[in-house]
């Protein structure tokens, strides 16, 4: 394997004797003081959910540090641009600030986010992911012209930057196994197969137990940027993942979104036939991402696509009674997948320059905390007791509450803070360390859902059935079996920044494509549907569509040079 290198001159700051972060740790971080409660402005575009952060986390963090979490969530405020520019302009974003990676680079540029490389040394807990730190704030620095460290990516670990340790793919078609096998559990060489097996199941379910419309497929719209994410996150089936205007491809290619023979158009055109066949909900257009969930947990979606959606509604009872839903091949995919965000994953976290002194301590306490293994179980997990228990061994055991936590409205008792689980879990829904680390007080991933103990207890009827049908242990075994899968290495890079004409053109070139993919999706037949990709095409020519593509292709050409390098 090549030696990674991420940019040359980043990684060689990185890695160099005089790193951003050297010279200045200390024993332990200074004291704080937690008597008077601190209610912290959180500017989140990972959120879902906008106030006051409530439930059995908000207990948690107030009994521990005595602050309270305000979320302001751009994409559910109903103009997340408008309040991005609106709060920068007032020259206060925010105490936390959660971003992507280029809008948090343009922060700092313009002074929103604070300095924190004489701080972080005296935090242990983050700085396990020093490397990660110093990687992101160098190249950063370098497209700046700036000294010091002024941001942590999300998502980290310490598994290595090549390593894919899960054994689910972040995206593929995922169904009932009691509705798939009860059709026969047919073959599918592509999607007019996925569809024609969608069609059956629709047929033969048109409501769920409780009489509710269900549906094959449905879609929500708020989480919608320059084109629509439910389409986005489908086209990874198919060898490409969606950056701005651009697909990137398994194989290193960069060609734009609106190539016809690219996995955008192939992904909007089954969705179009879907709805054609009567398989789209008919309120995709204009649910929330809530009342989608709130579907699934009511087993009135057909197919799921994320790996994040078995939470909704698998557990090991329904495994048991062949219910769970699980991953179903379609035979021409070539799924796109990144390794473990071991460098993060594009979005990253800051402190807001206006903070005081005693602030920051209390803010940095608070990130230490969150990337402690007592943090990360709390945050991945839940509470003792109630969520999980301690084997004798040290290791943990989800109690029969913990097993269906999210598809269940689980009640919290008072003392732990009250109202369901769901409702209480943490609103900021972006973790500064991922799930998939290793808990180094148990010998296993924090995530739950590779603990020993969970994997027996869902070695389930579902589970030995699909293994026999298909051969793995699995999907992810199956896949990398089959030639489906070779996950490309994950790299975060800083890059980038959309000047104010590429952002005015990335803009008017987004909302019409987000217009006409939906539009697309209900077309009345095939004619309407070219017809109004052909119209979208031509007039994304004459908003300055081209300039936008030249622009992201150049943007995402160090990726590519990253994971070439990486291999």
Known sequence: MKKRNMLSMAMAAAVASTSLLSGVASAEAPEVNHEELLQLEVYDVAANFQGIQTGWYAKEIKDRFNIELNIIAPQVSGDAASL????CASG???DIIILDNADMQDCVDVGLVMDISADLPNYPNIMKYEEQINLFNTAMNEALGNTGTYAIPAEMNSNGPT???EDTVASMPRLAWDYYTEIGAPEMKNLDDLLDVLRQIQDAHPTNEAGDNAYALSLWPDWDSTSIETVNQLTKWYGQEVNGSVL??????IVPLTDKEGAYYKMLNFFYKANQMGLVDPDSATQDWNAACDKMRQKRVHLFWYNWQYGFWNSPEKGEARENYRGIPVGDMNVFQPSDTYYGDGRVWGIGSNVSEDEKLRILEFFDWLCSPEGLTMQHVGQEGLIYTVNEDGTYTLTPE???RFSAELQVPEELGGGTWNDGNNQVNQWLVASIEMNPETGETVNSDYWASFLEANDTATNK??????????EVEYLKANGMLD???????SLAIDDTDTALIRSQCGDLIKDTSWKAIFA???AEFESLWDEMCETLNGLGWEQLVEFDTAKYQPVIEARQAAE
Do not use: C, H
């Open 92 to 94: 206060d974003l925010g």
């Open 163 to 165: 390593e894919y340790k």
């Open 465 to 474: 059935e699909w293994s026999e049908k298909f051969g793995a242990a699995n």
């Open 84 to 87: 991005y520019q609106t709060r």
């Open 487 to 493: 996950p490309v290495p994950s790299v975060n890079l």
């Open 402 to 404: 913990g097993m269906t």
């Open 248 to 253: 990137i491809g398994v194989d290193n290619s």
């Open 524 to 526: 009345a037949d095939d």
